[in-house]
T-cell receptor
């Protein structure tokens, strides 16, 4: 079974609008972390936001927020006020186990290609 | 200063050759990784080292051999290159440990694009 599922291969949004990128995860471990990374066309992987499984509040970082619904095992990324520079591939990822675990490998989804148009 | 640096950024070579990709991090992290991103952008872990000790070794052909001379460096050597090895290889690092509220975020290098002809 896939650990991380991103069902939207591509999304389009107009500049200044908000967009939600979907992510669902699968784990039986009560302790895990969820991450979103951005990969622009230049290729680098840029960390955006993190949500811990025990965090009570949804994570926010500037225009990024994570809509964490634990019971549904979803961790959707919301980008508010989209900008042209937000056009990129977005990856959801999960790490199982306690935060400090050396064996905490990151499982990635297949990504969502976001295109922001003027 | 680049946090995680990989060299070379681009590598074009013939089938059957041997090549290496080097990685260095100046973040003081204790764990380093190699990830492979295929042509469909799927990222998969290959190896992980913690303080020079191999701790993750996924199902990777033994033509791939990582080497960590110290905790700031993790190199990847590939023998007898095949067409299917063409991909982008990412080095990454993070700090383990439970102290603080940090997410132990994985910091990636810029990637090394390997093309096997």
């Amino acid at each position: 079974a896939q650990k991380i599922t991103q069902t939207q291969p591509g999304m389009f949004v107009q500049e200044k609008e908000a967009v939600t990128l979907d992510c669902t995860y699968d784990t039986s471990d009560p302790s895990y972390g969820l991450f979103w990374y951005k990969q622009p066309s230049s290729g680098e992987m840029i960390f955006l936001i993190y949500q811990g499984s025990y965090d009570q509040q949804n994570a926010t970082e500037g225009r990024y927020s994570l809509n964490f619904q634990k019971a549904r095992k979803s961790a959707n990324l919301v980008i508010s006020a989209s900008q042209l520079g937000d056009s990129a591939m977005y990856f959801c990822a999960m790490r199982e186990g306690v935060k400090g675990s050396t064996l905490g490998r990151l499982y990635f989804g297949r990504g969502t290609q976001l295109t922001v148009w003027p | 200063d680049t946090a995680v640096s990989q060299t070379p950024k681009y590598l074009v070579t013939q089938m059957g050759n041997d090549k290496s990709i080097k990685c260095e991090q100046n973040l003081g992290h204790d764990t380093m990784y190699w990830y492979k991103q295929d042509s469909k952008k799927f990222l998969k872990i290959m190896f992980s080292y913690n303080n020079k000790e191999l701790i993750i070794n996924e199902t990777v052909p033994n033509r791939f051999s990582p080497k960590s001379p110290d905790k700031a460096h993790l190199n990847l050597h590939i023998n007898s290159l095949e067409l299917g090895d063409s991909a982008v290889y990412f080095c990454a690092s993070r700090q383990t440990g439970t102290g603080g509220s940090g997410a132990n975020v994985l910091t990636f290098g810029a990637g090394s694009r390997l093309t096997v002809l």
